[in-house]
């Protein structure tokens, strides 16, 4: 079962996302109202994922990101001028306003699948490797995933031991 946490400054928009998830069979854990709940859920929990937007509680999602324990998937909801500042921060999934709800849910569905570290290790890689974007880095994964009939996660786990790039 996949857990969902939700972090919005705005109770609207936390009822808002935890409706459209939960229409697409995915049930929400937990909306936290501060930060200190939400660093503490993120502590007891295992590999939850949070799902957020851009501005929480007085800081950017990628500044609370910074706090957060290893592990954890993020996917933040923003408006496309908010997702240029973010091109910095490869861990943290965007999804640019609006949202369809099965598009929500897809992301959230991926960011719990298990090999997901193993493909965000393997971009980050390449992008201090090869200067690729992250979308280039994920473009490259895929392309040598589909040329070579072999899984996303396995590609990405032989760019890690050094044998899959370039």
Do not use: N
Not at 87 to 105: K, N, Q, R, W, Y
């Amino acid at each position: 079962m996949i857990k969902v946490i939700l972090a919005f400054s705005s109770k609207d928009a936390s009822v808002k996302i935890a409706k459209a998830l939960e229409a697409s069979g995915i049930h929400v854990f937990r909306a936290c109202g501060r930060k200190s709940e939400l660093l503490s859920l993120l502590a007891d929990e295992g590999g939850p994922v949070v799902v957020a937007g851009f501005k929480v509680w007085g800081q950017t999602i990628t500044q609370l990101y910074q706090d957060f324990p290893k592990g954890v998937a993020v996917a933040a909801i923003v408006t496309p001028e908010q997702k240029c500042l973010m091109e910095d921060c490869p861990d943290i999934f965007t999804l640019t306003t609006p949202v369809l709800h099965g598009e929500l849910a897809r992301a959230v569905e991926a960011l719990a699948r298990p090999g997901r570290c193993l493909i965000r290790d393997a971009k980050k890689i390449l992008m201090e490797r090869f200067y690729m974007s992250e979308s280039q880095a994920h473009r490259y994964i895929q392309k040598r995933s589909m040329d070579a009939g072999r899984k996303i996660e396995e590609v990405a786990k032989s760019i890690i031991e050094g044998e899959g790039a370039r």
